[in-house]
């Protein structure tokens, strides 16, 4: 059986995010980070908290060296989420909670209110590629409150900042959001901000090294390039700041994809299916005819078994898998009767008749699965 790592939502971003609510005195619903209480304690100026997509521990602990700047600051590793993807951690970091009670648990969703399965960053249909043009769809169906909010509610004096990538529409509610356009650009708002006076809260979420991993694969050359660059503007920044707490962690990691499958191509397994699967390629949910589902089960792990996990959708529930709290009305929907988890190196994917238009994008590195690569992230500390 290959090595694999189920959230721990005692220690895990959820967890990091809760001690900065704890922090600023928002009531919080899981254990905070010991450490890191520690170190938000000694009540520094400013504190900024840097995500970088995709910088898993295993990523920077292959292609850094031990004495760089991410490496010789790291505090310990600390599980993402589960699905292990952007729109599930990245909306646990902006609210606090897990995609049990948030919802947004993957890239694909089927929203039956829309009849269609939609990507929910890029607000279009997952097979057509076809705009969603007059309302967000994840956001109109489930809303959620930020962290900036709450913080904002309790600590009206505090300067709340957000960086976020100029292409993402992010709000500003009880935070002033900073269109970001490229790295240079992140570190030296980031710095200018921690100049202002008074006390400030500097979230940043910057959008890679995740899409040159995508692209060029988790030890590339260019990827390796990329966290040097990061590497080195962070010890550069550090050397600007006075009475700072920097706080930088990740969304999840990533791992090595050498293989897709299509489920179009195993005629006996789509024959079980009720409808397209959907969620994530790595955290794939299938809702499968209920005559079918013991076929479906023993098909599956015949074909897969050595690339995916089928995990039941009691077992997703009962084992908390998503998360403890109460669970969101849509996560209900978006669960179906198995879940295939990826453990090994593959994507499982589904090209639908009226999908001929879009693109099939090739990934050479990927996410959502519980391989320990994709699964834990850094929390790296610098006190400045």
Request: proline share 3%.
């Amino acid at each position: 059986m290959k090595r694999y790592i189920v959230p721990d939502y005692n220690k895990s971003i959820v967890n990091i995010i809760n001690s900065v609510l704890n922090y600023y005195s928002v009531e919080n619903k899981y254990t905070t980070v010991n450490i890191l209480d520690d170190k938000l304690g000694k009540n520094y100026k400013n504190i900024l908290f840097m995500i970088f997509d995709g910088l898993g521990t295993d990523i920077i602990q292959k292609n850094l060296s031990a004495g760089s700047f991410l490496n010789s600051n790291n505090y310990g590793s600390y599980t993402s989420v589960f699905p292990s993807t952007t729109t599930a951690a990245m909306t646990s970091y902006y609210t606090g909670l897990s995609p049990n009670e948030h919802g947004w648990i993957g890239w694909s969703l089927f929203f039956k209110e829309y009849s269609r399965i939609v990507d929910i960053y890029l607000n279009q249909d997952s097979f057509t590629g076809q705009p969603i043009d007059d309302i967000s769809v994840a956001y109109n169906i489930m809303p959620y409150r930020t962290i900036f909010e709450k913080i904002r509610n309790k600590n009206s004096d505090l300067g709340i900042f957000t960086l976020q990538p100029a292409h993402i529409s992010f709000p500003s509610n009880g935070n002033i959001n900073c269109k970001i356009n490229s790295l240079d650009n992140l570190f030296s708002k980031a710095s200018e901000i921690c100049n202002y006076p008074g006390k400030n809260f500097i979230f940043s979420y910057w959008d890679n090294p995740d899409s040159v991993m995508h692209e060029t694969g988790c030890n590339s050359k260019e990827t390796v390039e990329y966290l040097q660059k990061i590497d080195n503007e962070l010890s550069r920044l550090t050397t600007q700041l006075d009475d700072t707490l920097v706080i930088i962690s990740a969304d999840h990691g990533q791992t090595s994809i050498t293989h897709d499958f299509y489920i179009n191509d195993y005629q006996d397994l789509f024959d079980c299916m009720i409808m397209p699967p959907s969620v994530e390629s790595r955290a794939v949910s299938f809702f499968i005819k209920a005559n079918k589902k013991r076929q479906f089960e023993r098909l599956f792990n015949t074909y897969f078994h050595d690339e995916f996990m089928l995990f039941s959708r009691n077992e997703i529930f009962d084992k908390k898998i998503l998360g403890f709290g109460k669970t969101h009305s849509k996560t209900l929907d978006f669960i179906g009767d198995f879940v295939a988890i990826g453990i090994g190196s593959s994507l499982l994917r589904f090209k639908s008749m009226n999908s001929n238009q879009k693109r099939i994008k090739k990934f050479i590195g990927h996410h959502a699965g519980l391989t320990p690569e994709e699964m834990l992230v850094p929390l790296i500390i610098k006190e400045i």
